[in-house]
C-alpha cells in the first residue's frame, strides 16, 4: 500500500466555528446568545472561513513539494495531445484555376454545441490542387498555431528559463513544426544549419531534447516542459576533475551551448489541444480562411486529443521512470515509454517468443489500446476505438522505444484487436425501482467490466459467473436470468476451408466466404483475422517446415478463373505478399527445398512453384502436354522417402509423381480415367502413403479413395490399392489423418474414418445423430467442404481433435463418429478471446421488469 500524504491541518469550516463556541463558552458566560443572526457569531464565522482558508494554503505545500519533487527528477506533466483528421479538399465545380492552400490554414465546425468554442483544425501541410486535379488529402490538428512569438532576450547565462505565452504546447505529432525555438544569430550558418528569416534578421533553430545528456555533438540544444510552456537552456555544472580535493572542477562550465547575450528567442509553435477536438466524421466543412474555389470536410472522425496529464497519474508514473534510467529492459519499462504518449491508454508487453514459435528470441511484443476520453458508461465500441489507432501514435511509441532498448533486442509494436461482445440478461427489480434507472446503471457496470481501457486484468475469457457477479450488486435487483453473450462475427456458415497450426496447438484457421478467421483453443471462440472483399477464401495452407507461414488462395467474386495467393508470416495477423492469377487455383502445398519454403500451386493451367520473394514459376510436369491443369497437389516428407510430391491431372489423366524437392522427372503412377480431386498424405512411424479421393457423378454414392505407399525404390512399389469399402457419401472432398485413423470428408455423408491397419478396413459412417447438420430425407447430411486433423501434444493423454467446415459452420470432434458445433455466436457458459485482441462491449441487451410476486 502507498505512502499517503497527512494533512498538515485537517480542521473544517465547521470544526473551527464549534472550537471558537465552545472557547466563548468557557472564556465568556455572559454572551448567551450564539445563534447564527448574533453579530458576534458572524464575526465567529468570518474568522472560521478565514482559517479555513489558510489551512487549506498550507495543505498544499505536500502537493507544491510533490512537484518539485517531480521536476528534480526529470518527470514533467505530459501535455495535452492534439486531435488529428484528415481532411478532404474538393474544388467547385466550374472553378478551373489553380488553388493554393498554405500550411496553417483553419477549419472548423458549422455548429459548436451551446456555451463552447467551436474547435479548429489547422491543416500540417501546404497542399497545390492543379487545374486538372479535383480532390487532395491533407492532414489536421485541433491547435492554435503561434508564428514568431518572441519570447525574450538571452542574459548570456547559463540555465536561463522562458515561459511561452500561449501553454501548453500539444504533444509532439511527429513533425518537427510542433515546437521550434530559434535564436537569433549573426554568425554565418553552414547550409546544413536549420535556420530561418524573422523580422529582417537570422535566426538558428535550436533542437529540443529531454536532458542535457548525452547530446550526439549537436550541443545547440533546450530542453521543452510543454504542459507550463517552459522552455529551458543548458546550466552551467562543476564536473568531476582531479584539480580538487573533492573531485570537482573548480570552474562550473555549460552542459550545452548557452544563447549569446543580447539576442533575441523566439517561438514557433502548436498550442491547446484536449479531447473537444475529437469530433464526428463529416462536419469541419467551415474554411476559417476562406479560400476561393474551395470546400472542405472530414470523412473520418478526428481522434488522439487528450487532456494534459493529472498530477496524481505522475506521481505514479514518476518513480518508474526513476526506476527505468532511460532504457527499457523488463517489460514494465516497454509499458511506461508507451504510456508516455498521450494517444495511449494502456500497454501490454511480453516476450514475444513465449507467445508465438515463429518470434526469434529476445523480440519484445508490446501492445497498446488508444487513449479516448470518458465517457458516461465507459462504453468503447470497436469502431471508436479503431478510428483512435494512428500510424503516427505507433511511430513515437517505436522510435522512444528504440533510443531506449538494449543492443540484440527487437521488439514488435502494434495495436490490439477488438473483439465486441453483447450481454443478453433479464433483470427482476423490487417494485418500488425506476426500471430505466437500473438498467442504465447495469449497463454502466458491464461497459466497466467489459473494458479495454480499464484498470482490471487482460482477460482471456467472461464467464457467466462474471454476469451474475456483477449485475447482482447494483441495488435493486432481485434476480437475474437468461445470462448469454452473443459475438457479431465468427465463421458460422458457408466454411470452405479448415487447416490447424502444426506449431500452436489449438490453434486453426477457418475461411467462410471474404472472412477469414482464427482460434487459439480449438474452437471455442473465433476471432476474425482479415477479410478480403470481393473475393472467396477456398484453401488455407499452413507450412509444416516453418512456423508462422501460411497462404490463403481466394477468387475473386463473379470471376472463379481469377486467383489471389496471399501469404503471412505471422500466423494471419498481417499479410505480406499478394499475387493475382489470370486463372483458377485448385489447391496448394508447402515444400521444403533446403530450409526454403516453397509453395506449390495446382492450378488450371498447370503446376507452379511460388520461391520466396518471388512470383509464381511454372513447373514441367508432363512434356508431351505442357499445358494440363490439375485438381490437387501434396508434398510428403518422411524418413525412408525424403521429399516427394504429387499432383492429380485434370480430365482423368492419372497421377503424377516426382522423387525429390527439385521437381524434375514427373511420371505417371496411374489412375488415368479416374475423376481424382483430392490427394493428401498419410504417415504411419517409418512409412508414408499418398491417398487419393475420388469424385461422383450425380447422385452415386462413388468408389472412395485409394492408397499407394510410397517408397525410394521404385522396385518396391506395390501400386495403387483399393480403400472404397463401404464408403458412401458421393464425391470425396477432403482427406485428412492421425497415425492409422484416417478421416474424409464427403457430399452427403458427413465424415467418414477409417483404421487403416485393419486387414480389411471399412469407413465408418457417421448416423444422423452425429451432430453434423441435416440436409434433406434423400441426401440426410449436408456437404463437408474441408477437414483437418491436429495430433495432441506427446505428454497430453487426450485424443486427435477433428474440424470440419460446411454450409452449417465449423464442427468439432474427438472421435470421429459425434461432432458439435464450434461457430456459434451465441453463448451461455463463457466467451474466450485469443492472443492478440481484447474484449470490447457491444451494445448490451438487458431487460428490466418488476418482481411479480409482490
Not at 30 to 56: I, K, N, R
Not at 656 to 675: A, S, T
Request: aromatic share 6%.
Amino acid at each position: 500500500m502507498s505512502l499517503q500524504a497527512p494533512k498538515l491541518d485537517d480542521r473544517t469550516f465547521y470544526d473551527l466555528l464549534e472550537e471558537a463556541k465552545r472557547i466563548v463558552r468557557e472564556r465568556c458566560p455572559a454572551w448567551t446568545d450564539l445563534s447564527a443572526g448574533d453579530p458576534g457569531t458572524t464575526l465567529l464565522e468570518l474568522y472560521a472561513f478565514l482559517t479555513e482558508v489558510m489551512l487549506y494554503r498550507i495543505n498544499r505545500l505536500p502537493e507544491k513539494a510533490y512537484i518539485e519533487f517531480l521536476r528534480m527528477m526529470g518527470v514533467k506533466l505530459a501535455p495535452s495531445s492534439a486531435a488529428r483528421v484528415a481532411l478532404r479538399l474538393h474544388r467547385n465545380e466550374g472553378f478551373t484555376r489553380r488553388i493554393e492552400v498554405p500550411r496553417g490554414t483553419r477549419v472548423t465546425v458549422a455548429r459548436s454545441a451551446e456555451g463552447e468554442d467551436a474547435p479548429v483544425f489547422v491543416t500540417a501541410a501546404a497542399v497545390t490542387l492543379e487545374p486538372d486535379r479535383h480532390s487532395a488529402t491533407v492532414l489536421a490538428h485541433h491547435c492554435r498555431l503561434i508564428q514568431g512569438e518572441g519570447v525574450g532576450v538571452s542574459s548570456g547565462l547559463a540555465g536561463q528559463s522562458f515561459e511561452l505565452r500561449n501553454a501548453p504546447v500539444v504533444a509532439p505529432t511527429g513533425d518537427e513544426l510542433d515546437l521550434v525555438i530559434a535564436v537569433e544569430t549573426t554568425e554565418t550558418l553552414d547550409e546544413r544549419v536549420a535556420s530561418l528569416n524573422h523580422g529582417g534578421a537570422t535566426f538558428r533553430v535550436w533542437r529540443e531534447v529531454e536532458h542535457f545528456a548525452r547530446l550526439d555533438g549537436d550541443e545547440h540544444v533546450y530542453v521543452a516542459d510543454r504542459a507550463t510552456g517552459t522552455i529551458t537552456f543548458a546550466p552551467a555544472v562543476r564536473a568531476g576533475g582531479a584539480e580538487t580535493g573533492n573531485g570537482l572542477a573548480k570552474i562550473a562550465e555549460a552542459l550545452a551551448a548557452v544563447p549569446p547575450a543580447g539576442m533575441r528567442i523566439c517561438a514557433w509553435y502548436r498550442c491547446g489541444g484536449g479531447p473537444a477536438g475529437n469530433v464526428a466524421a463529416r462536419v469541419l466543412t467551415v474554411l476559417k480562411d476562406p479560400i476561393p474555389g474551395l470546400r472542405v470536410d472530414n470523412p473520418g472522425p478526428a481522434v488522439g486529443g487528450c487532456e494534459v496529464e493529472s498530477l496524481d497519474n505522475a506521481l505514479l508514473r514518476g518513480p518508474q521512470e526513476l526506476h527505468s534510467l532511460h532504457r527499457a529492459v523488463t517489460a514494465r519499462d516497454y509499458e511506461a515509454v508507451a504510456l508516455r504518449e498521450g494517444s495511449v491508454g494502456r500497454a501490454h508487453a511480453v516476450a514475444r517468443a513465449d507467445r508465438w514459435r515463429f518470434a526469434a528470441p529476445g523480440t519484445v511484443q508490446l501492445l497498446l489500446v488508444p487513449e479516448l476520453a470518458r465517457t458516461e458508461q465507459n462504453l468503447y465500441s470497436k469502431e471508436q476505438l479503431e478510428s483512435a489507432q494512428t500510424e503516427e501514435a505507433l511511430a513515437r511509441v517505436r522510435q522512444a522505444i528504440d533510443e531506449r532498448r538494449p543492443l540484440g533486442t527487437g521488439f514488435m509494436v502494434d495495436w490490439y484487436r477488438y473483439k465486441p461482445v453483447r450481454v443478453h440478461a433479464r433483470l427482476v427489480l423490487h417494485p418500488e425501482e425506476d426500471l430505466q434507472a437500473v438498467r442504465g446503471r447495469v449497463v454502466a457496470r458491464l461497459c466497466e467490466l467489459i473494458n479495454p481501457l480499464g484498470n482490471h486484468p487482460l482477460r482471456r475469457r467472461l464467464h457467466a459467473s462474471d454476469i451474475y457477479h456483477t449485475v447482482l450488486n447494483e441495488p435493486g435487483v432481485l434476480y437475474a436470468d437468461g445470462v448469454k453473450f452473443s459475438i457479431d462475427q465468427a465463421p458460422d456458415a458457408d466454411v470452405m476451408a479448415v487447416t490447424n497450426d502444426p506449431f500452436h496447438p489449438g490453434l486453426w484457421y477457418a475461411a467462410a466466404g471474404c472472412r477469414l478467421f482464427r482460434t487459439m483453443d480449438d474452437g471455442m471462440g473465433w476471432e476474425l483475422l482479415q477479410k478480403f472483399d470481393g473475393e472467396e477464401i477456398e484453401k488455407v495452407v499452413c507450412c509444416d517446415g516453418k512456423a508462422g507461414l501460411v497462404a490463403a488462395v481466394s477468387v475473386l467474386s463473379g470471376e472463379e478463373d481469377v486467383s489471389r495467393i496471399r501469404l503471412s508470416r505471422d500466423c494471419g495477423r498481417s499479410w505480406t505478399a499478394m499475387h493475382e492469377l489470370g486463372f483458377r487455383v485448385n489447391d496448394a502445398a508447402w515444400l521444403d527445398r533446403g530450409g526454403a519454403a516453397i509453395l506449390l500451386l495446382a492450378t488450371d493451367e498447370g503446376l507452379f512453384q511460388l520461391p520466396p520473394e518471388s512470383g509464381p514459376v511454372p513447373v514441367l510436369v508432363e512434356p508431351k502436354n505442357q499445358s494440363l491443369g490439375f485438381y490437387a497437389v501434396v508434398a510428403v516428407d518422411a524418413p525412408r522417402i525424403g521429399t516427394q510430391v504429387a499432383v492429380a491431372a485434370r480430365n482423368s489423366e492419372g497421377i503424377y509423381l516426382c522423387p525429390d524437392e527439385q521437381l524434375e522427372g514427373f511420371r505417371n503412377i496411374g489412375l488415368k480415367g479416374q475423376d481424382v480431386r483430392v490427394l493428401s498424405a498419410q504417415c504411419v512411424g517409418p512409412r508414408a502413403f499418398l491417398w487419393a479421393g475420388l469424385a461422383a457423378v450425380g447422385g452415386a454414392e462413388g468408389d472412395g479413395c485409394l492408397r499407394w505407399e510410397l517408397r525410394r525404390d521404385p522396385g518396391e512399389i506395390e501400386g495403387w490399392r483399393s480403400m472404397g469399402s463401404g464408403w458412401r457419401g458421393g464425391s470425396c472432398r477432403a482427406i485428412a489423418s492421425y497415425g492409422e485413423h484416417v478421416y474424409a470428408a464427403t457430399f452427403h455423408a458427413g465424415v467418414l474414418s477409417m483404421d487403416s491397419a485393419e486387414k480389411d478396413p471399412v469407413w465408418q459412417v457417421p448416423g444422423i445423430d452425429c451432430g453434423l447438420p441435416l440436409r434433406d430425407t434423400e441426401r440426410l447430411l449436408h456437404r463437408v467442404h474441408d477437414l483437418a486433423v491436429a495430433s495432441p501434444l506427446p505428454e497430453a493423454d487426450t485424443p486427435a481433435t477433428i474440424l470440419c467446415g460446411g454450409p452449417g459452420g465449423v464442427f468439432r470432434s474427438e472421435d470421429g463418429s459425434n461432432f458439435r458445433l464450434v461457430s456459434a455466436t451465441i453463448f451461455t457458459e463463457h466467451v474466450t478471446i485469443g492472443e492478440g485482441y481484447l474484449f470490447c462491449s457491444d451494445t448490451h441487451a438487458i431487460e428490466t421488469v418488476h418482481d411479480a410476486t409482490t
